[in-house]
């Protein structure tokens, strides 16, 4: 079992930035790919970006493209998502999520069916 802790969420104002936390225990030793996802209200959850476990390989949605830049540190597991130039579209919970088992091209490509644990979320509020 691995347990995804995020924090870092926060209410901002536009063009500000954040920074988001996640810790993932449970697993020493295992590789993880690390990602983030958000859901707005009424809105699915949408890929955000995503680590591969040496931090050679990232993937972003166009929507945050040049603004958000996500790290890791192997030791312990731990991913960040940089947030700059934050738009009121931002809003949104945003999940961390660890990938064990999943198809890694599918992964790596921001499928959320491809990630096996999740974190309780972290709230970011962006005002106009």
């Known amino acids: 079992q691995v347990q995804v802790v995020e924090s870092g969420g926060g209410a901002v104002q536009s063009g500000d930035s954040l920074r988001l936390s996640c810790a993932a225990s449970?697993?020493?030793?295992?590789?993880?790919?690390m990602g983030w996802f958000r859901q707005a209200p009424g809105k699915t959850r949408e890929f955000v970006a995503v680590?591969?476990?040496?931090?050679?390989?990232?993937n972003y949605a166009d929507s945050v493209k040049g603004r958000f830049t996500i790290s890791r540190d192997n030791a312990p597991n731990t991913v960040w998502l940089q947030m700059n130039s934050l738009k009121p579209e931002d809003t949104a919970v945003y999940y961390c999520?660890?990938?064990?088992?999943?198809?890694?091209?599918?992964?790596?490509?921001?499928?959320?069916?491809?990630?096996?644990?999740w974190g309780q979320g972290t709230q970011v509020t962006v005002y106009s």
């Open positions: 999520a660890v990938s064990l088992y999943g198809p890694y091209q599918s992964v790596i490509a921001g499928d959320p069916r491809g990630f096996d644990y």
């Open positions: 449970g697993r020493a030793g295992s590789t993880m790919t």
């Open positions: 680590v591969s476990w040496s931090g050679g390989d990232t």
